[in-house]
Protein backbone atom coordinates (compact mmCIF):
# COMPACT_ATOMS: atom_id res chain seq x y z
CA UNK A 1 0.00 0.00 0.00
CA UNK A 2 1.19 3.29 -0.93
CA UNK A 3 2.36 6.33 1.48
CA UNK A 4 -0.71 8.84 1.07
CA UNK A 5 -1.48 9.99 3.89
CA UNK A 6 0.71 13.51 3.20
CA UNK A 7 0.00 13.39 -0.43
CA UNK A 8 -4.30 13.15 1.00
CA UNK A 9 -3.83 16.15 3.46
CA UNK A 10 -2.68 18.39 0.33
CA UNK A 11 -4.79 21.45 -0.48
CA UNK A 12 -5.65 22.04 -4.31
CA UNK A 13 -3.90 25.78 -4.84
CA UNK A 14 -6.52 28.43 -6.00
CA UNK A 15 -9.35 29.23 -3.09
CA UNK A 16 -11.14 32.33 -2.72
CA UNK A 17 -13.00 33.62 0.86
CA UNK A 18 -16.72 33.85 0.44
CA UNK A 19 -18.09 37.24 0.82
CA UNK A 20 -21.24 36.10 2.65
CA UNK A 21 -19.44 33.20 4.99
CA UNK A 22 -16.01 34.64 5.13
CA UNK A 23 -14.93 30.41 4.38
CA UNK A 24 -12.79 29.86 2.40
CA UNK A 25 -14.00 28.08 -0.95
CA UNK A 26 -12.84 26.67 -4.45
CA UNK A 27 -12.18 29.06 -6.71
CA UNK A 28 -13.67 28.65 -10.39
CA UNK A 29 -10.46 27.88 -11.76
CA UNK A 30 -9.66 25.48 -9.09
CA UNK A 31 -13.02 23.47 -9.85
CA UNK A 32 -12.33 23.58 -13.70
CA UNK A 33 -9.00 22.06 -12.82
CA UNK A 34 -11.06 19.41 -10.77
CA UNK A 35 -13.99 18.56 -13.08
CA UNK A 36 -11.24 17.67 -16.09
CA UNK A 37 -9.37 15.46 -13.75
CA UNK A 38 -13.00 13.91 -12.54
CA UNK A 39 -13.85 13.53 -16.72
CA UNK A 40 -10.62 12.09 -17.28
CA UNK A 41 -10.24 8.98 -14.62
CA UNK A 42 -13.43 8.35 -15.02
CA UNK A 43 -13.47 7.62 -18.90
CA UNK A 44 -10.74 5.42 -18.42
CA UNK A 45 -12.16 3.57 -15.68
CA UNK A 46 -15.44 3.31 -17.41
CA UNK A 47 -13.50 1.67 -20.53
CA UNK A 48 -11.57 -0.83 -18.61
CA UNK A 49 -14.01 -4.32 -18.22
CA UNK A 50 -13.00 -6.37 -15.03
CA UNK A 51 -11.80 -9.58 -17.32
CA UNK A 52 -9.73 -6.86 -19.27
CA UNK A 53 -8.23 -6.09 -15.46
CA UNK A 54 -7.80 -9.47 -15.16
CA UNK A 55 -10.32 -9.73 -12.15
CA UNK A 56 -12.26 -12.65 -11.00
CA UNK A 57 -15.73 -12.88 -12.70
CA UNK A 58 -18.51 -12.07 -9.60
CA UNK A 59 -21.90 -12.61 -11.21
CA UNK A 60 -24.70 -10.51 -10.93
CA UNK A 61 -25.06 -7.65 -12.89
CA UNK A 62 -22.68 -4.48 -12.87
CA UNK A 63 -24.50 -1.36 -12.36
CA UNK A 64 -21.49 0.49 -13.29
CA UNK A 65 -19.97 0.45 -16.61
CA UNK A 66 -16.36 -0.92 -16.39
CA UNK A 67 -14.28 -0.72 -12.93
CA UNK A 68 -15.57 0.53 -9.87
CA UNK A 69 -13.61 2.85 -8.04
CA UNK A 70 -12.86 0.21 -5.00
CA UNK A 71 -11.32 -2.08 -7.76
CA UNK A 72 -9.25 0.92 -9.59
CA UNK A 73 -8.49 1.69 -5.72
CA UNK A 74 -7.46 -2.41 -5.29
CA UNK A 75 -5.00 -2.69 -8.58
CA UNK A 76 -3.15 0.44 -7.41
CA UNK A 77 -2.54 -0.29 -3.92
CA UNK A 78 -4.46 2.66 -2.91
CA UNK A 79 -7.16 2.86 -0.31
CA UNK A 80 -10.60 3.02 -1.71
CA UNK A 81 -11.25 6.80 0.14
CA UNK A 82 -7.32 8.17 -1.34
CA UNK A 83 -8.76 7.07 -5.00
CA UNK A 84 -12.32 8.36 -4.84
CA UNK A 85 -10.40 11.96 -3.63
CA UNK A 86 -8.19 11.59 -6.80
CA UNK A 87 -11.23 11.18 -9.16
CA UNK A 88 -12.87 13.82 -7.25
CA UNK A 89 -10.41 16.02 -8.94
CA UNK A 90 -8.12 16.33 -5.82
CA UNK A 91 -4.98 15.48 -7.47
CA UNK A 92 -2.63 17.63 -6.00
CA UNK A 93 0.26 16.18 -4.05
CA UNK A 94 -0.52 13.16 -5.16
CA UNK A 95 3.14 11.15 -5.81
CA UNK A 96 4.48 9.89 -9.44
CA UNK A 97 4.61 6.51 -7.59
CA UNK A 98 0.74 7.23 -6.92
CA UNK A 99 -0.09 8.43 -10.12
CA UNK A 100 1.92 5.43 -11.82
CA UNK A 101 -0.04 2.78 -9.85
CA UNK A 102 -3.21 4.61 -11.14
CA UNK A 103 -2.04 4.35 -14.74
CA UNK A 104 -1.06 0.74 -14.24
CA UNK A 105 -4.30 0.18 -13.51
CA UNK A 106 -6.67 1.74 -15.59
CA UNK A 107 -3.94 0.61 -18.28
CA UNK A 108 -2.74 3.83 -20.11
CA UNK A 109 -0.81 3.88 -23.01
CA UNK A 110 2.49 6.78 -23.02
CA UNK A 111 0.45 9.88 -24.06
CA UNK A 112 -2.48 9.21 -21.11
CA UNK A 113 -0.20 8.24 -18.50
CA UNK A 114 2.00 11.83 -19.87
CA UNK A 115 -1.44 13.56 -19.80
CA UNK A 116 -2.34 12.42 -15.94
CA UNK A 117 1.34 13.11 -14.85
CA UNK A 118 0.43 17.07 -16.41
CA UNK A 119 -2.62 17.10 -14.39
CA UNK A 120 -1.07 16.65 -11.54
CA UNK A 121 1.61 19.24 -12.16
CA UNK A 122 -1.29 21.86 -12.58
CA UNK A 123 -3.03 21.18 -9.58
CA UNK A 124 0.32 20.80 -7.26
CA UNK A 125 0.63 23.61 -4.83
CA UNK A 126 2.61 26.71 -5.95
CA UNK A 127 1.57 25.50 -9.55
CA UNK A 128 2.11 28.19 -12.19
CA UNK A 129 -1.88 28.41 -13.89
CA UNK A 130 -1.24 30.62 -16.91
CA UNK A 131 1.46 30.65 -19.49
CA UNK A 132 3.10 33.76 -19.29
CA UNK A 133 5.53 34.01 -22.09
CA UNK A 134 4.38 35.33 -25.19
CA UNK A 135 3.86 32.73 -28.28
CA UNK A 136 7.43 33.19 -30.46
CA UNK A 137 6.60 34.44 -34.24
CA UNK A 138 7.30 32.61 -37.08
CA UNK A 139 10.74 34.29 -37.84
CA UNK A 140 12.54 34.99 -41.25
CA UNK A 141 15.02 32.41 -40.56
CA UNK A 142 12.39 29.98 -39.67
CA UNK A 143 10.61 30.67 -43.05
CA UNK A 144 14.15 30.42 -45.08
CA UNK A 145 14.06 26.62 -43.35
CA UNK A 146 10.95 26.13 -44.62
CA UNK A 147 12.19 27.25 -48.10
CA UNK A 148 14.76 25.35 -48.43
CA UNK A 149 12.44 21.62 -47.73
CA UNK A 150 11.94 19.76 -51.03
CA UNK A 151 9.36 18.67 -49.28
CA UNK A 152 6.04 19.72 -48.06
CA UNK A 153 6.26 21.69 -44.76
CA UNK A 154 3.89 23.56 -42.55
CA UNK A 155 4.23 25.28 -39.05
CA UNK A 156 1.53 24.68 -36.43
CA UNK A 157 1.09 25.97 -33.01
CA UNK A 158 -0.35 23.14 -30.62
CA UNK A 159 -3.58 25.16 -30.98
CA UNK A 160 -3.87 23.54 -34.59
CA UNK A 161 -3.11 26.95 -36.01
CA UNK A 162 -1.53 26.79 -39.32
CA UNK A 163 1.09 29.15 -38.82
CA UNK A 164 3.12 29.41 -41.98
CA UNK A 165 4.64 27.18 -45.17
CA UNK A 166 6.73 26.70 -47.95
CA UNK A 167 5.35 26.38 -51.44
CA UNK A 168 4.78 22.88 -51.29
CA UNK A 169 3.06 23.19 -47.70
CA UNK A 170 0.70 25.80 -49.05
CA UNK A 171 -0.16 23.56 -52.22
CA UNK A 172 -0.34 20.96 -49.73
CA UNK A 173 -3.23 23.07 -47.59
CA UNK A 174 -4.48 25.38 -50.16
CA UNK A 175 -8.14 25.26 -48.79
CA UNK A 176 -6.64 25.47 -45.18
CA UNK A 177 -4.99 28.73 -46.40
CA UNK A 178 -7.78 29.83 -48.08
CA UNK A 179 -10.40 30.04 -45.03
CA UNK A 180 -11.34 33.27 -44.42
CA UNK A 181 -9.90 33.60 -40.65
CA UNK A 182 -6.65 33.06 -40.36
CA UNK A 183 -4.23 31.81 -39.02
CA UNK A 184 -6.10 28.73 -40.44
CA UNK A 185 -7.24 26.07 -38.06
CA UNK A 186 -7.13 22.26 -38.62
CA UNK A 187 -10.04 21.88 -35.69
CA UNK A 188 -11.77 24.68 -37.59
CA UNK A 189 -11.47 22.99 -41.06
CA UNK A 190 -12.49 19.32 -40.21
CA UNK A 191 -15.45 20.25 -37.87
CA UNK A 192 -16.92 23.32 -40.10
CA UNK A 193 -15.73 23.31 -43.56
CA UNK A 194 -17.48 20.89 -45.64
CA UNK A 195 -14.70 20.69 -48.30
CA UNK A 196 -12.84 18.41 -45.30
CA UNK A 197 -14.96 16.01 -45.42
CA UNK A 198 -13.55 15.24 -49.34
CA UNK A 199 -9.75 15.75 -48.92
CA UNK A 200 -9.71 13.60 -45.76
CA UNK A 201 -9.90 9.65 -46.79
CA UNK A 202 -11.17 9.02 -43.32
CA UNK A 203 -12.62 11.86 -41.60
CA UNK A 204 -13.75 10.29 -38.91
CA UNK A 205 -10.04 9.38 -37.67
CA UNK A 206 -8.81 12.74 -38.65
CA UNK A 207 -11.18 14.09 -36.10
CA UNK A 208 -10.62 11.79 -33.21
CA UNK A 209 -7.24 12.47 -33.80
CA UNK A 210 -7.43 16.38 -33.67
CA UNK A 211 -9.82 16.21 -30.82
CA UNK A 212 -7.13 13.95 -28.73
CA UNK A 213 -4.81 16.82 -29.62
CA UNK A 214 -6.24 19.56 -28.54
CA UNK A 215 -7.17 17.20 -25.45
CA UNK A 216 -3.74 17.10 -24.67
CA UNK A 217 -2.93 20.04 -25.49
CA UNK A 218 -5.54 22.07 -23.05
CA UNK A 219 -4.34 19.47 -20.47
CA UNK A 220 -0.90 21.24 -20.25
CA UNK A 221 -2.79 24.47 -19.53
CA UNK A 222 -6.48 24.15 -19.33
CA UNK A 223 -6.69 28.16 -18.53
CA UNK A 224 -5.15 29.21 -22.22
CA UNK A 225 -7.58 31.61 -22.98
CA UNK A 226 -7.26 30.96 -26.80
CA UNK A 227 -6.80 27.60 -26.60
CA UNK A 228 -9.82 27.37 -23.93
CA UNK A 229 -11.88 30.17 -26.53
CA UNK A 230 -10.95 27.60 -29.39
CA UNK A 231 -12.83 24.87 -27.89
CA UNK A 232 -16.11 26.69 -27.01
CA UNK A 233 -16.10 27.95 -30.64
CA UNK A 234 -16.38 24.13 -32.04
CA UNK A 235 -18.14 23.02 -29.13
CA UNK A 236 -21.22 25.95 -29.69
CA UNK A 237 -20.85 25.31 -33.45
CA UNK A 238 -20.33 21.39 -33.59
CA UNK A 239 -22.25 18.63 -31.74
CA UNK A 240 -19.82 15.88 -33.53
CA UNK A 241 -17.00 18.24 -31.85
CA UNK A 242 -18.74 18.27 -28.34
CA UNK A 243 -19.91 14.30 -28.52
CA UNK A 244 -15.99 13.73 -29.14
CA UNK A 245 -14.72 15.99 -26.76
CA UNK A 246 -16.65 14.87 -23.86
CA UNK A 247 -14.74 10.87 -24.27
CA UNK A 248 -11.92 12.44 -22.83
CA UNK A 249 -8.92 11.16 -25.63
CA UNK A 250 -5.53 12.32 -25.54
CA UNK A 251 -3.09 11.83 -27.98
CA UNK A 252 0.47 13.53 -28.95
CA UNK A 253 1.00 12.61 -33.03
CA UNK A 254 4.76 13.67 -33.71
CA UNK A 255 4.96 10.72 -36.41
CA UNK A 256 2.54 9.25 -38.90
CA UNK A 257 0.53 8.18 -42.13
CA UNK A 258 -2.24 10.08 -43.27
CA UNK A 259 -4.14 9.48 -46.85
CA UNK A 260 -5.46 12.46 -48.12
CA UNK A 261 -7.07 13.80 -51.19
CA UNK A 262 -5.72 16.46 -52.90
CA UNK A 263 -8.24 18.36 -55.66
CA UNK A 264 -5.40 19.17 -58.12
CA UNK A 265 -3.64 15.84 -57.92
CA UNK A 266 -5.54 13.25 -56.32
CA UNK A 267 -5.00 10.79 -53.44
CA UNK A 268 -1.67 10.84 -51.56
CA UNK A 269 -0.45 8.55 -48.88
CA UNK A 270 2.26 10.51 -46.95
CA UNK A 271 4.19 10.35 -43.70
CA UNK A 272 4.44 13.26 -41.47
CA UNK A 273 7.07 13.77 -38.83
CA UNK A 274 6.91 16.94 -36.29
CA UNK A 275 10.19 18.94 -35.03
CA UNK A 276 9.79 21.01 -31.86
CA UNK A 277 11.30 24.77 -32.84
CA UNK A 278 14.52 25.38 -30.16
CA UNK A 279 12.73 27.58 -27.72
CA UNK A 280 9.51 27.39 -28.09
CA UNK A 281 8.18 23.59 -27.31
CA UNK A 282 4.90 24.20 -28.20
CA UNK A 283 5.41 25.14 -32.12
CA UNK A 284 6.66 22.86 -34.39
CA UNK A 285 7.63 22.18 -38.21
CA UNK A 286 5.55 19.54 -39.80
CA UNK A 287 6.94 17.54 -43.10
CA UNK A 288 5.38 15.26 -45.34
CA UNK A 289 7.15 12.46 -47.21
CA UNK A 290 6.29 9.86 -49.94
CA UNK A 291 8.20 6.45 -50.22
CA UNK A 292 10.17 6.95 -53.57
CA UNK A 293 9.11 5.18 -56.70
CA UNK A 294 4.96 4.91 -55.55
CA UNK A 295 2.13 6.68 -56.99
CA UNK A 296 2.15 9.32 -53.91
CA UNK A 297 5.87 10.13 -54.54
CA UNK A 298 4.46 11.21 -58.46
CA UNK A 299 1.59 13.22 -56.85
CA UNK A 300 4.22 15.31 -55.34
CA UNK A 301 5.97 15.99 -58.13
CA UNK A 302 2.75 16.76 -59.96
CA UNK A 303 1.86 19.02 -56.74
CA UNK A 304 5.19 20.89 -56.98
CA UNK A 305 4.10 21.61 -60.59
CA UNK A 306 0.78 22.70 -59.78
CA UNK A 307 2.39 24.68 -56.75
CA UNK A 308 4.56 26.88 -59.33
CA UNK A 309 1.48 27.04 -62.06
CA UNK A 310 -0.67 28.80 -58.94
CA UNK A 311 2.33 30.76 -57.82
CA UNK A 312 2.73 32.22 -61.38
CA UNK A 313 -1.02 32.87 -61.91
CA UNK A 314 -0.83 34.83 -58.65
CA UNK A 315 1.91 36.96 -59.65
CA UNK A 316 0.12 38.04 -62.80
CA UNK A 317 -3.01 38.88 -61.03
CA UNK A 318 -0.74 40.58 -58.87
CA UNK A 319 0.43 42.96 -61.88
CA UNK A 320 -2.74 43.37 -63.56
CA UNK A 321 -3.92 47.07 -62.44
CA UNK A 322 -7.43 46.89 -60.19
CA UNK A 323 -9.80 49.31 -62.67
CA UNK A 324 -12.59 50.64 -60.20
CA UNK A 325 -16.36 51.06 -61.71
CA UNK A 326 -17.03 54.60 -62.82
CA UNK A 327 -20.14 55.63 -60.74
CA UNK A 328 -22.79 56.82 -62.44
Same mark, same amino acid.
Not at 62 to 82: D, F, H, I, N, P
Not at 149 to 166: E, F, G, H
Not at 208 to 218: C, E, F, G, H, P
Given at each position: ??????????? /????????????????????????? &???? /???????????????????????????? +???? %??????????????????????????? !????????????????????????? $???? +????????????????? /??????? #???????????? %?????????? !????? %??? $??????????????? %? =?????????????????????????????????????? +???? =????? #?????????????????????????????????????? #? &?????????? $????? /?????????????????????????????
Amino acid at each position: MHNHRRASRAR /LPGTVRDPHTGDRRPSLETMEFEQE &IKGF /LMSRRERITPGQAGLPHVGGDRRVKGLR +REEV %AMLAGLSVEYYTRIERGRLGGASDSVL !DAIARALQLDDDERAHLHQLARNVA $PGAR +RRRTEPRSPITASVQQV /LDSMSVP #AVVMNDRLDLLA %ANDLGRALYA !DLFDM %AQQ $PANFARYVFLDPRAA %A =FYTDLDEAKNQLVAILRATAGRDPLDTEVTALIGELST +RSVD =FSTRW #AKHNVARHTTGHKTIHHPAVGTMDLAYNDFTLPGDPHI #A &ITTYTADPGT $PSADA /LTLLATWAETQKQHQTVNDDVPRIRPRHH
